[in-house]
């Protein structure tokens, strides 16, 4: 399968911790990416290659991968955190790049 | 630090062709190691990767769009462009450009830094 399956919607409560997935069959051969997009910006990327994060993001955004599925984690998570969060990874046959649909992360 | 900057009409058409261009500031694209890719945004929906080109000039394209996208580069002007020949409203969206690596160790792969991102609309 050359697809990723994100959650619609997620909701987290301010300061509480919350975690985003992505499965995908793919996900078992090729690790995943995070990247951020709030309303009306481009995106910008969180976490690359599993758990790794670009300089100026905070370390409250972690990465994680077992079997099929990956997990962005944010903890103590701030009204800032509120976007749209896609997963991208390799297809199945590495020659092509591919996206989940995205989830909408809302903080109550 | 790293920029692109996109250029190109916000308007196309149908049948006509779409032809945006990214600017890489920052960097030289004929340093290698890096990727360089096409990814758009349909209105309210999700993010798809339109294909991607190395500076050698080697390409790699969604298997749904290949038969209309061609992704060329220029390295002596540092920029790249995407053309997408005999378009419909269907791709009306906002285009961006993004620097792609591809990595090594079970073949990550992420896009940092982005373009401003360009609407375009498909409308007679």
């Known amino acids: 399968s050359s697809e990723l399956t994100q959650d619609p919607a997620v909701s987290v409560a301010l300061g509480q911790t919350v975690r985003i997935t992505c499965r995908g069959d793919?996900?078992?051969?090729?690790?995943a990416s995070w990247t951020q997009q709030k309303p009306g910006q481009a995106p910008i990327l969180v976490i690359y290659?599993?758990?790794n994060r670009p300089s100026g993001i905070p370390d409250r955004f972690s990465g994680s991968s077992s079997g099929n599925t990956a997990s962005l984690t944010i903890t103590e998570a701030q009204a800032d955190d509120e976007a749209d969060y896609y997963c991208?990874?390799?297809?199945?046959?590495?020659?092509?790049?591919?996206f989940g649909g995205g989830t909408k992360l809302t903080v109550l | 630090q790293v920029r692109l900057q996109q250029s190109g009409p916000g308007l196309v058409k149908p049948s006509q062709t779409l032809s945006l261009t990214c600017t890489v500031s920052g960097v030289s694209m004929n340093n290698g190691g890096y990727y360089w890719s096409w990814i758009r945004q349909h209105p309210a929906k999700g993010l798809e990767c339109i294909g991607y080109i190395y500076n050698s000039g080697s390409t790699s394209y969604n298997p749904s769009l290949k038969s209309r996208v061609t992704i060329s580069i220029d390295t002596s002007n540092n920029q790249f462009s995407l053309n997408l020949t005999s378009v419909t409203a269907a791709d009306t969206a906002v285009y961006y450009c993004a620097r792609l690596q591809l990595g090594v160790v079970r073949g990550g792969s992420w896009f940092d830094p982005w373009g401003q991102g360009t609407l375009v609309i498909v409308s007679s």
């Open positions: 793919s996900i078992r051969s090729h690790y």
């Open positions: 290659a599993k758990n």
């Open positions: 991208n990874s390799r297809d199945s046959s590495a020659n092509h790049v591919i």
